[in-house]
């Protein structure tokens, strides 16, 4: 697999991440055993690159990791960690903390985790309304220093945020949903990123598998899937985007692939500083988002795309509403 720098001074990583998450909760059930063997598969497959948070399932993600990465030399991989997302017992979001105390904290426990002396891109999962941004970098660029990390990201934050902690200490990228039904950040984010030569490592690029070419109204009512309590895969807005992928899948038909694929290179084709990660839990589904490292979208390819997927034609928000009114990365930068 071919490799990107994540802006200017973040790492050289893999053209495509493996997103961990759904290995661990939120996406239904998920097999212990498949969830290793899809990161080795990645990892043959010549993905460097693993997303993961504290966050998910507990740390559940990060012991998964330790275990799948146990016979793996650690510079063969690069691991990105978000932190600093509060839960509960019974597993409710309590909130933000990145005081630069619990930031180590989280750091610390992390390490332990996932078996390693260091993470190679830190981020916090949210902007904290509590903590000034300056003060939460300040405390990330001592772990630097330190040499617990190597890098230091963002996640889903503003054109405003990024500027004031670009200031504190250099950021090597963003993490934020991008896909072709999700195209927040070109109105200004991706422009502030490329300005300031900020990678980007792009999530959701499936959608959460809305734009698969997998999901039907039957999908996910087995098990306990998030994807049920968000707007996009519920009622009349849920007909409206199946629509818009089998408008994808007749494009897609045109060029030799499957639509999941088809929407994977589109966003690796927006730019070269932008990571796609692949939430893939099973070797099956990773199989097939690889093909998409073999799909070359020409000029009349993107334009038909474009003419299809013109910005927020999505029905619905890409989170619920109390989600949505927390997130920095939705609010217009200032004048």
């Given at each position: 697999?071919?490799?990107?720098?994540?802006?200017?001074?973040?790492?050289?990583?893999?053209?495509?991440?493996?997103?961990?998450?759904?290995?661990?909760?939120?996406?239904?059930?998920?097999?212990?055993?498949?969830?290793?063997?899809?990161?080795?598969?990645?990892?043959?497959?010549?993905?460097?690159?693993?997303?993961?948070?504290?966050?998910?399932?507990?740390?559940?993600?990060?012991?998964?990791?330790?275990?799948?990465?146990?016979?793996?030399?650690?510079?063969?991989?690069?691991?990105?960690?978000?932190?600093?997302?509060?839960?509960?017992?019974?597993?409710?979001?309590?909130?933000?903390?990145?005081?630069?105390?619990?930031?180590?904290?989280?750091?610390?426990?992390?390490?332990?985790?996932?078996?390693?002396?260091?993470?190679?891109?830190?981020?916090?999962?949210?902007?904290?309304?509590?903590?000034?941004?300056?003060?939460t970098i300040g405390?990330?660029?001592?772990?630097?220093?330190?040499?617990?990390?190597?890098?230091?990201?963002?996640?889903?934050?503003?054109?405003?945020?990024?500027?004031?902690?670009?200031?504190?200490?250099?950021?090597?990228?963003?993490?934020?949903?991008?896909?072709?039904?999700?195209?927040?950040?070109?109105?200004?984010?991706?422009?502030?990123?490329?300005?300031?030569?900020?990678?980007?490592?792009?999530?959701?690029?499936?959608?959460?598998?809305?734009?698969?070419?997998?999901?039907?109204?039957?999908?996910?009512?087995?098990?306990?899937?998030?994807?049920?309590?968000?707007?996009?895969?519920?009622?009349?807005?849920?007909?409206?985007?199946l629509a818009l992928?089998?408008?994808?899948?007749?494009?897609?038909?045109?060029?030799?692939?499957?639509?999941?694929?088809?929407?994977?290179?589109?966003?690796?084709?927006?730019?070269?500083?932008?990571?796609?990660?692949?939430?893939?839990?099973?070797?099956?589904?990773?199989?097939?988002?690889?093909?998409?490292?073999?799909?070359?979208?020409?000029?009349?390819?993107?334009?038909?795309?474009?003419?299809?997927?013109?910005?927020?034609?999505?029905?619905?928000?890409?989170?619920?509403?109390?989600?949505?009114?927390?997130?920095?990365?939705?609010?217009?930068?200032?004048?």
């Amino acid at each position: 697999m071919e490799q990107r720098k994540l802006g200017s001074t973040g790492p050289t990583v893999s053209t495509f991440g493996l997103g961990c998450m759904g290995m661990s909760e939120v996406y239904g059930a998920a097999d212990h055993g498949e969830a290793i063997a899809t990161v080795h598969a990645a990892l043959d497959g010549g993905i460097t690159l693993l997303d993961t948070g504290d966050f998910y399932a507990m740390g559940h993600n990060e012991t998964l990791l330790r275990e799948a990465l146990k016979e793996v030399p650690r510079e063969k991989v690069q691991l990105s960690v978000k932190y600093g997302a509060l839960r509960g017992p019974a597993g409710e979001f309590a909130g933000m903390d990145t005081r630069p105390a619990a930031t180590k904290n989280f750091l610390a426990y992390s390490l332990q985790r996932l078996g390693t002396d260091y993470v190679d891109i830190y981020r916090p999962a949210r902007l904290d309304p509590n903590v000034p941004i300056e003060e939460t970098i300040g405390g990330l660029a001592e772990l630097v220093k330190a040499g617990y990390v190597r890098h230091i990201g963002l996640s889903e934050v503003g054109s405003d945020t990024i500027r004031r902690a670009h200031a504190v200490h250099p950021i090597a990228d963003l993490q934020i949903e991008y896909s072709l039904i999700e195209r927040g950040i070109e109105r200004d984010i991706l422009k502030t990123c490329r300005e300031l030569g900020i990678g980007i490592t792009a999530y959701g690029v499936l959608a959460r598998g809305l734009i698969s070419g997998h999901w039907s109204k039957d999908s996910g009512k087995a098990g306990r899937d998030y994807r049920l309590m968000t707007p996009r895969f519920q009622g009349a807005n849920l007909d409206t985007n199946l629509a818009l992928v089998e408008q994808l899948r007749a494009i897609a038909n045109e060029i030799g692939a499957t639509p999941a694929q088809v929407a994977i290179a589109w966003v690796a084709a927006q730019d070269n500083a932008i990571v796609p990660l692949v939430g893939a839990r099973t070797r099956n589904r990773l199989s097939e988002a690889l093909g998409a490292t073999k799909v070359t979208l020409t000029p009349l390819h993107l334009e038909a795309l474009a003419k299809a997927f013109p910005p927020d034609i999505a029905a619905g928000t890409r989170y619920p509403a109390e989600h949505m009114a927390h997130l920095d990365s939705e609010k217009p930068a200032a004048a």
